[in-house]
């Protein structure tokens, strides 16, 4: 009854595997031998492990032998089965292997080696075992988790009868595939059992097929096959027989893990009735060889492009030469179809796409799916060579900058070129005060400053304030004077230069430069203080007189000011404190000698935080202003050296005390041979100056000037003259503007009206031949 097909034979009558086999041996052989003997029969073919295992029903402990030692049974062809359809996949899947090799229950061959499938007889018949993940190729191994138990105990069954065989086919895609993929776990065993292989539960399916094989867990590596095939429509009609090469009991529980190897197409033709699990009727399909096909050239052209194909993908995909080398190992590929199938099996693919391939009986249509399937993989791999490199690239980057970084950080350390922040922050404090002549008590405190500053956390807010006052004491100009002018013409001129008349106020200050010159050094005295009405140049001056004795110059108002603390600073626990005008003055002029104009000193305000015009006294007496405290600063600062000048308008708000500490210089008003003087010789120029007008544009007379003071500017100063000038001027820049515009304008209109004038004596020609023409009909017309 050759051949015998899975399906034909009796079910087997004792619990398979429940029991080790070598224990009841004796008893648990008798059946199996009855059928072996039946088998042997048939006539003997090499390699077929049901033959291989026949001995004498009288020697039941040899029959198990002779099935330990069938190729699926041995340890090291799991290993290589595995290797070749995850290759490259990780230690996670060895370590399963490892779990699952304890449990085995084929019995552990001891051969290593690899053992080549022979090919298997034409059953008629086979169970179906629906896989999903992707097809199974001739020549390539699939694991599969049966979770099935009628599934799983067939599977056991064939293997124990010698007829390791089953149909593998591809599942068509299923909508609710997701679902299962979320309940599949631990229950998956469960649930299987609850089915019946014809109870066309195709939903209960495996995971859902991924274009990338699907490595999201410990499962993963195995196809899960939780149901046989329910009915034929849940299938592909093309699969492969395969041999079940290994079982083991699934660690998990519930079910077992085997290693299928495929051999050849089937293509399905019928259900056998009556099968759990379904059984199909297959015919089976041998692969076209070049002979049949007559055009051998394209075959040839074909195989050579995939050749080339897949040595491309080899120099960006190191992985796919492993995996190259293993099946070349395997497979014949001079054959085309071997080739195609090969080169397709070790893509990427989806399932459906590899299952065009399988279904592919044609050579060329193989040949030329497998090709684009290999170009498709091409595409892949250098896609994802080239995100490899870019994402390389920028961690190399960011890596090498860093180092980089780093390296320079620790050469400038070692030159001494940088410290860290703090410390070159210290030293940067360390050198503003170098050069300087501090005085010990300012010195002190920057010592000490600095000290807390060295211990004091960076990110502390100590820190800053510390860090802040240290930089006010360090940029002061201790001891930093700028060089008096002692020279009095020279101060004379620049004075004069200047400012017409106003000789009070410069007789004082040349008064100043004498002492100072006799005394050799800066005299100390009275604040002077100009007093009159505006305008007459009380604040002008100032500037004046820092030129002319080579000082820096520096003004503040102090109408309206009510805060003490603009005067004397804050106190530094305050936040944002900062100290008063005066050592802001120091600090902006660099000198400790400046001139410093305090203006509206007659308007100085009162206000609920104290008196500013109290402050002011230990300012401006000079008495005490030698050792001046500052509330930020905290440490005695030297102002004797400061010429102080104030302005007011009027001396009689000016508060008793510290009108006491001044000299007063008045200012009246300017008479009109003054004033005339001061627009002549300074505002006049200085208007023309600002507007841009040269001195041909312009000229104003004595007598317009007088009218202007007269009927315009009858005030006592020269502010208000000196606008009208300023408007005269401007007024003067825009006639003449506006003359070059007309003068354009003009010349434009000159250039028009001569073109049309030629323009019309053109037509007055044209009008006097046109009138002569017709006279001359008019006169033939008569005489006609
Ligand atoms: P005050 O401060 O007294 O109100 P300013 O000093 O602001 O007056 O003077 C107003 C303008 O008048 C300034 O532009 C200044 O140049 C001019 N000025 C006042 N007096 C004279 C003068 N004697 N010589 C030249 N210009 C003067």
């Not at 190897?261 to 759990?276: F, K, T």
Request: charged share 25%.
């Amino acid at each position: 009854a050759y051949p015998i097909g899975p399906s034909r034979l009796a079910p087997c009558p004792w619990p398979a595997f429940r029991v080790p086999p070598y224990k009841s041996a004796k008893t648990m052989m008798k059946p199996r031998c009855q059928w072996l003997r039946l088998a042997s029969a048939a006539p003997r073919r090499r390699g077929y492990g049901v033959y291989r295992g026949v001995v004498p029903a009288s020697t039941p402990m040899q029959a198990v032998r002779g099935l330990r030692t069938n190729p699926w049974g041995s340890r090291g062809f799991w290993r290589m089965g595995i290797r070749g359809i995850s290759s490259g996949r990780g230690s996670a899947f060895s370590n399963g292997i490892d779990g699952i090799d304890d449990n085995r229950l084929g019995g552990g061959g001891d051969s290593t080696q690899l053992v080549r499938q022979n090919e298997p007889p034409s059953f008629p018949h086979v169970v179906a075992v629906p896989i999903s993940r992707r097809p199974l190729f001739p020549g390539t191994y699939a694991p599969l988790s049966v979770t099935d138990p009628n599934l799983a105990s067939r599977i056991i069954e064939l293997s124990e009868q010698g007829t390791p065989y089953v149909g593998a086919f591809l599942r068509k895609n299923e909508p609710d595939a997701e679902e299962e993929k979320e309940s599949a776990g631990d229950s998956r065993g469960e649930e299987a059992a609850g089915e019946s292989g014809d109870s066309g539960g195709s939903a209960e399916t495996t995971e859902k097929t991924d274009a990338y094989g699907g490595h999201s867990g410990e499962s993963t590596y195995f196809d899960q096959v939780s149901s046989g095939v329910g009915d034929l429509s849940e299938i592909h009609s093309v699969g492969m027989l395969a041999q079940i090469n290994r079982i083991v009991r699934s660690p998990l529980g519930g079910g077992i893990q085997v290693v299928l190897y495929g051999h050849r197409r089937i293509e399905i033709q019928g259900i056998l009735e009556d099968s759990n699990p379904l059984a199909v009727a297959v015919t089976h399909r041998t692969d076209p060889t070049p002979q049949d096909n007559e055009n051998t050239d394209l075959l040839k052209a074909y195989s050579n492009e995939i050749m080339g194909t897949i040595k491309q993908i080899l120099q960006y995909n190191p992985v796919f030469k492993e995996q190259l080398q293993l099946f070349l190992s395997t497979v014949d590929i001079s054959d085309p179809a071997k080739l195609a199938d090969v080169s397709a099996g070790l893509t990427s693919a989806q399932a459906s796409e590899l299952q065009q391939v399988i279904e592919a009986f044609d050579l060329e249509d193989r040949m030329s799916l497998a090709l684009l399937l290999l170009k498709k993989e091409l595409e892949i791999s250098k896609l994802q060579q080239e995100i490899n490199r870019k994402v390389e690239q920028k961690v190399s980057e960011n890596h090498r900058r860093f180092m980089l970084q780093e390296q320079l950080k620790s050469i400038k350390r070692e030159l001494g070129m940088e410290k860290d922040d703090k410390e070159a922050l210290i030293q940067k404090f360390k050198n503003q005060i170098e050069g300087k002549d501090v005085p010990p008590e300012a010195e002190k405190t920057i010592e000490e400053e600095i000290a807390k500053l060295s211990t004091l956390e960076q990110a502390s807010s100590e820190f800053n304030v510390t860090r802040n006052y240290l930089d006010w004491l360090t940029s002061l100009p201790w001891g930093i004077f700028s060089k008096e002018n002692f020279d009095i013409t020279r101060a004379q001129q620049v004075l004069d230069r200047d400012h017409y008349g106003l000789e009070d106020v410069k007789n004082r200050i040349l008064e100043f430069i004498a002492v100072g010159k006799l005394l050799g050094a800066v005299p100390q005295g009275k604040i002077v203080c100009l007093v009159g009405p505006p305008g007459v140049g009380k604040t002008s001056i100032g500037k004046s007189i820092a030129d002319a004795l080579n000082r820096e110059f520096y003004r503040f108002s102090v109408g309206g000011l009510f805060d003490v603390a603009e005067i004397k600073g804050h106190r530094r626990t305050y936040v944002g404190a900062m100290p008063g005008k005066l050592i802001q003055c120091l600090k902006k002029t660099q000198t400790s000698n400046p001139v410093v104009m305090i203006d509206e000193i007659d308007k100085i305000g009162q206000g609920m935080r104290g008196d500013p015009s109290s402050a002011l006294l230990e300012v401006l007496d000079p008495s005490q202003n030698a050792s001046f405290v500052d509330h930020y600063l905290d440490i005695p600062v030297d102002l004797s050296r400061v010429l102080f000048i104030c302005t007011a308008n009027i001396t009689d708000t000016i508060p008793g005390p510290l009108a006491d500490r001044m000299e007063f210089i008045r200012l009246s008003g300017y008479i009109m041979q003054e004033k005339v003087q001061i627009a002549k010789s300074y505002l006049a120029p200085n208007a023309l100056k600002e507007t841009g007008l040269s001195e041909d544009d312009i000229v104003l007379e004595d007598s317009s000037i007088e009218s202007l003071i007269r009927w315009y500017c009858r005030e006592a100063g020269v502010r208000n003259l000196q606008k009208h000038i300023n408007q005269i001027y401007r007024k003067a820049a825009l006639n003449l503007v506006r003359a070059d515009a007309d003068a354009d304008a003009d010349t434009d209109t000159i250039i028009d009206a001569a073109a049309e004038k030629k323009e019309g004596a053109v037509d007055a020609d044209k009008k006097q031949e046109e009138g002569k023409e017709n006279k001359q009909k008019k006169g033939l017309g008569e005489t006609l």
